[in-house]
């Protein structure tokens, strides 16, 4: 089934109900977003004759236009490439290019810095901005009457994601794998009505975009703020004007609308659901959302591979405070989730003993088809049907997953992935740069930080300042290091392998130091 059927049924069924809103402002109603939705559909399919299973980019910040382009794609018959608003352009350009996709749309905002690098792509036909003339004339021109048919394992959304090597590989997923992530989600996480609203504050090209498909279903409103993305104040603001309202966040950013409603003391009414993944939440951490806002937190495990479908931890876990291991289920990632199965096992993907840390597999019907043009990598990450996470952690008698460390590296800083390989080679790329290693450290308001331990040629005068500038001349500003560490040398194995985790010790040591330096200022303050 064409993932296009949710609305075009919804808005069958709710048709005058309020669909779409900018802030506190009605866009439109579920008649009018599908009447949108086939007009897109219409100016790929009439005006730009795009093939069947033609790719379609979408490099926008949250936009109300963003789900029209969605379901227009899905109406016509193509797969979407929802491109992270915060990559720089030339990431951006990599991905349009791997992906062949034939159509732009882009935001205001990214469609002067996309500009110089769009002329090269050979597949790319027409670039459209919402907001201006020729976007608008998309609602004066033919719309597509009849969906196009869609089977369960045609490409719907190629989603890109970053690598140890360095280069994004797009994640093939099909309508059927999104539909299983959309029936784990109302079994596993929230049940949908037509009462809830769902706002937008983190990423549409992410996980926050997925939520739109349960309230979709239900006829719920969708809410993309005033300011097109996440700032706390907006967010209390809303919750307590609309009620029943739902949303996805990265743990960070969790903790900053706890501590804004806390130190502003403004009661937290009207939020249902805050969903929160990209990471597990330290438990001081969910703790403090627990006891600020009470009753109304879920957190989901995924990867791109499998999206938002591998564990849950649902609300009676969380308020369930007599049970004798309470804490340490708040510390994990939570239960396979309904419709895939979950095991931890050895490097060959045996299941291993509970307790026991190993390699994260999941097996299901949201695991995706495979990487774009890349039979390789597929091979790798899939094996007798598994998926291979790279994520390593222990399941308990219980079933609960709890995560341990990332065998590729990975550092998660505000939700979003950053791979070290990735950086380390944009800083190689400086003529002074003899070699280079990036960790993660712990930061109490991202989760984590980049750090970039790097060893200058001989006699070099290097400059912070300089490799800064390479980083933000190449890569997305929140992937750059935020500290620099100039060594003569860096930790290596006998087999001349840099060793990664004395790094993250250097700097967890330091980190300890600098608190216990810290303690007695602060008792002599008190």
Request: negative net charge; hydrophobic residues 45%; glycine residues 8%.
């Amino acid at each position: 089934m064409n993932l296009a059927q949710l609305l075009l049924r919804t808005a069958r069924v709710f048709g005058d109900r309020p669909a779409l809103y900018f802030g506190d402002s009605l866009v439109c109603d579920y008649r009018g977003l599908e009447r949108r939705a086939r007009q897109v559909a219409g100016y790929l399919q009439t005006r730009l004759q795009l093939e069947a299973g033609a790719r379609v980019g979408i490099l926008m910040r949250n936009l109300p236009e963003y789900l029209e382009v969605l379901y227009g794609a899905w109406i016509g018959g193509y797969a979407v490439v929802p491109i992270n608003a915060k990559l720089h352009a030339k990431e951006a350009e990599y991905i349009l290019r791997d992906a062949g996709a034939e159509v732009l749309f882009v935001s205001d905002d990214l469609a002067p810095g996309m500009a110089p690098l769009l002329g090269d792509l050979p597949a790319l036909r027409a670039v459209l901005t919402p907001g201006t003339a020729e976007y608008s004339a998309l609602y004066q021109g033919p719309a597509v009457e009849e969906a196009a048919h869609a089977d369960r394992d045609d490409l719907a959304w190629l989603f890109y994601t970053s690598g140890t090597t360095g280069r994004p590989k797009g994640v093939m997923l099909t309508h059927a794998n999104l539909q299983t992530m959309i029936a784990c989600y109302l079994a596993d996480v929230d049940a949908t009505t037509v009462d809830d609203s769902v706002v937008y504050a983190a990423p549409l090209s992410h996980a926050a975009g997925m939520m739109n498909f349960p309230h979709m279903i239900a006829g719920a409103a969708h809410v993309v703020p005033a300011s097109c993305g996440f700032d706390p104040a907006e967010l209390v603001e809303l919750a307590a004007r609309r009620g029943r309202l739902s949303m996805f966040a990265a743990p960070t950013m969790v903790k900053r609308l706890v501590d804004h409603i806390e130190s502003s003391g403004i009661p937290s009414r009207g939020f249902k659901t805050i969903l929160y993944g990209g990471g597990p939440m330290y438990l001081e951490d969910i703790r403090q959302a627990l006891r600020v806002m009470g009753d109304c937190f879920a957190q989901i495990y995924g990867q791109g591979e499998t999206p938002m479908t591998i564990s849950a931890l649902g609300r009676y876990h969380f308020s369930n405070v007599e049970h004798p291991r309470y804490e340490a289920r708040l510390a994990s990632v939570g239960i396979a989730q309904t419709f895939v199965e979950v095991r931890v096992g050895d490097a060959e993907g045996r299941p291993i003993a509970l307790g026991e840390t190993g390699e994260v597999l999941v097996r299901g019907a949201s695991v995706m088809k495979g990487y774009w043009n890349n039979p390789e990598a597929t091979a790798r990450a899939i094996r007798d049907g598994w998926l291979f996470t790279g994520d390593m952690g222990a399941m308990d008698a219980d079933g609960f997953l709890t995560l341990k460390d990332r065998s590729k590296d990975v550092i998660i800083s505000g939700g979003s992935n950053i791979y070290p390989r990735e950086v380390e080679e944009v800083l190689l790329q400086h003529h002074d740069v003899q070699e280079v290693s990036v960790v993660g450290r712990h930061d109490p308001e991202w989760g984590e930080e980049v750090v970039a331990f790097v060893v200058a040629r001989q006699g070099a005068a290097l400059q912070a300042r300089d490799l800064d500038a390479l980083c933000l001349r190449n890569i997305a500003r929140f992937k750059r290091p935020k500290h620099y560490r100039f060594v003569d040398a860096l930790p290596k194995s006998n087999y001349g392998k840099v060793l990664k985790t004395e790094l993250r010790e250097t700097l967890a040591a330091e980190a300890a130091a600098s608190a216990e330096q810290q303690r007695p200022k602060q008792k002599a303050a008190s």
